[in-house]
């Protein structure tokens, strides 16, 4: 069974402070993506990282797939409330047409 | 801006009862989903659908079954509703084509089965 390993669980933070959480798996992916949720709502899609390597910016975020599209990193600078959410990190195992597997998610809280 | 509709967004039924949780979405997509997803958990696929006339049961096994007779239109049905079934139940489609197999999502179902 493939998994995606998110850490941290649980992230709470002050305003302004950076962060970085984590997609971890043993399988290789040929693309991942990272969703954040809002309490109440659908996850809503950040960005999609493709090649080994690649490094994505979404304002303060940035989002990078490991060289062996393994694992990946979303770090955000000086992080506001509105940041506040639950991060997926999903990929597409190959061969599912579409079917992605998803993380657990990291539950992240930024206070003013 | 992603245009998938779900309803009710919020649902609280007693044991027994038959529901239909509506999932509708403008934007031409093919491939359709019904999510379940449960505080902590992961997101866990329970059906899928590749176009009109087509429905696929996902990963994870579940008593409710899907139609798509159009394309714009995803329901879920429940014809005996247990307490086992409370949960949020997220409507998503994609492009068919192409590689990137991006979803959509719908604002969700908050199923409470008392």
């Known amino acids: 069974t493939q998994l995606l390993e998110q850490s941290p669980q649980f992230l709470s933070i002050q305003e302004g402070e950076n962060l970085t959480v984590y997609c971890n798996s043993s399988?290789?992916?040929?693309?991942l993506q990272w969703y954040r949720q809002e309490p109440g709502e659908g996850p809503v899609l950040l960005v999609t990282?493709?090649?080994?390597?690649e490094v994505k910016k979404l304002k303060r975020l940035t989002f990078q797939f490991g060289d062996a599209r393994k694992d990946s990193s979303l770090h955000i600078t000086a992080a506001q409330p509105g940041d506040t959410g639950l991060y997926l990190c999903?990929?597409?195992?190959?061969?599912?047409?579409?079917?992605?597997?998803f993380g657990k998610g990291t539950k992240l809280s930024v206070k003013p | 801006e992603a245009d998938i509709y779900q309803t009710p967004r919020y649902l609280v039924i007693g044991t027994g009862k038959k529901i239909t949780l509506e999932c509708s979405q403008t934007?031409?997509?093919?491939?359709m989903y019904w999510y379940q997803q449960d505080p902590g958990m992961e997101l866990h696929l329970i059906h899928y659908?590749?176009?009109?006339?087509?429905?696929e049961k996902g990963d994870l096994s579940s008593e409710s079954t899907v139609s798509r007779i159009r394309t714009e239109h995803f329901p879920l049905t429940l014809e005996s509703a247990r307490p086992s079934h409370t949960s949020q139940y997220l409507c998503?489609?994609?492009?068919?084509?192409?590689?990137?197999?991006?979803?959509?999502f719908g604002p969700g179902t908050r199923l409470t089965v008392t």
């Open positions: 399988s290789v992916f040929s693309s």
């Open positions: 999903a990929a597409d195992p190959g061969g599912s047409q579409g079917n992605l597997i």
């Open positions: 990282v493709v090649t080994g390597g």
């Open positions: 998503a489609s994609s492009e068919l084509g192409g590689d990137l197999y991006e979803q959509y």
């Open positions: 934007m031409g997509h093919d491939k």
């Open positions: 659908s590749y176009g009109v006339n087509s429905t």
